[in-house]
């Protein structure tokens, strides 16, 4: 059965001055997959993630999410309908314990502002409890539940990493877009990544990916696309991108398909 888009760039393109980062570029992610964009550094991946969260705008083309266009909109809007994403270099904050930095992520679940805060003491603990509880159920389900009074800064870089996919859902996203999730990771680290993506993704999420290691992608995606010099050149299921000539010459190299017919001859 044919899966509906959550997510569908059309002719994305941006100029920086006289530079193309993106060209043209056509995706379609379908409701829970999980759909990777790889490509060599300096390929236009991050720009076209900060294309469909807002952080910068098309210079033509369109995003459409969940069948609407949001071409334009504030990174706020966006968030707010239902995209939440990770970034490229870790965002945590250190001297916050690990519980508290999940809570951040569920801001926009409170109504209560400054003020009210100050003089509904009743109301502002309550949506404090309903963060907490939520925050803490999900480090639950990640198993991190006894790790939730460390301090940030005194967490492996791995645990900081899974803990901005926890953020991110917090509001119970309908996309989440994670940017190179395992840069920095060692290969245990890795794999608790994988098995926590894989984990969440059959729980009903659905992810869109950057990332270089390509054990992680070849692992995790539904689809991939690949990006070279802003432009798209393939996409499809692993084993169709593994096998692509353009994707080897590009990206992959012939040591990394020489490997893998190793590991199958094992």
Excluded: C, W
């Excluded at 198993?143 to 492996?156: I, T």
């Excluded at 659905?206 to 270089?212: A, D, G, R, S, V």
């Amino acid at each position: 059965m044919e899966k509906n888009s959550i997510l569908k760039l059309t002719d994305v393109t941006k100029r920086f001055g006289g530079l193309l980062a993106v060209d043209a570029l056509n995706i379609d992610v379908k409701e829970h997959s999980i759909h990777s964009l790889i490509g060599p550094n300096g390929a236009g991946k991050t720009t076209t993630v900060n294309l469909i969260t807002g952080v910068l705008p098309v210079t033509s083309g369109t995003v459409e999410f969940m069948g609407q266009n949001v071409t334009g909109k504030k990174t706020y809007e966006i968030a707010r309908l239902g995209i939440g994403r990770t970034f490229q270099n870790i965002k945590v904050f250190q001297t916050m314990t690990l519980l508290e930095n999940i809570m951040v992520g569920g801001n926009q679940l409170t109504k209560m502002g400054l003020v009210r805060t100050i003089l509904d003491f009743k109301g502002a603990a309550g949506e404090e409890k309903m963060l907490r509880e939520k925050a803490e159920s999900l480090l639950d389900k990640l198993g991190m539940y006894h790790l939730r009074n460390e301090y940030m800064k005194n967490l492996p870089y791995g645990r900081q990493k899974i803990s901005e996919i926890a953020r991110a859902m917090m509001t119970d996203p309908k996309l989440i877009l994670l940017d190179e999730p395992a840069a920095g990771l060692n290969p245990s680290e890795r794999a608790e990544l994988v098995k926590v993506i894989q984990q969440s993704f059959e729980e009903g999420f659905t992810f869109f990916l950057i990332e270089h290691n390509m054990d992680v992608v070849m692992n995790l995606s539904d689809d991939i696309t690949v990006l070279s010099f802003g432009k798209k050149i393939a996409a499809g299921t692993p084993a169709q991108i593994r096998d692509n000539d353009e994707v080897i010459t590009a990206y992959l190299g012939s040591a990394f398909v020489k490997n893998k017919e190793q590991e199958g001859a094992e």
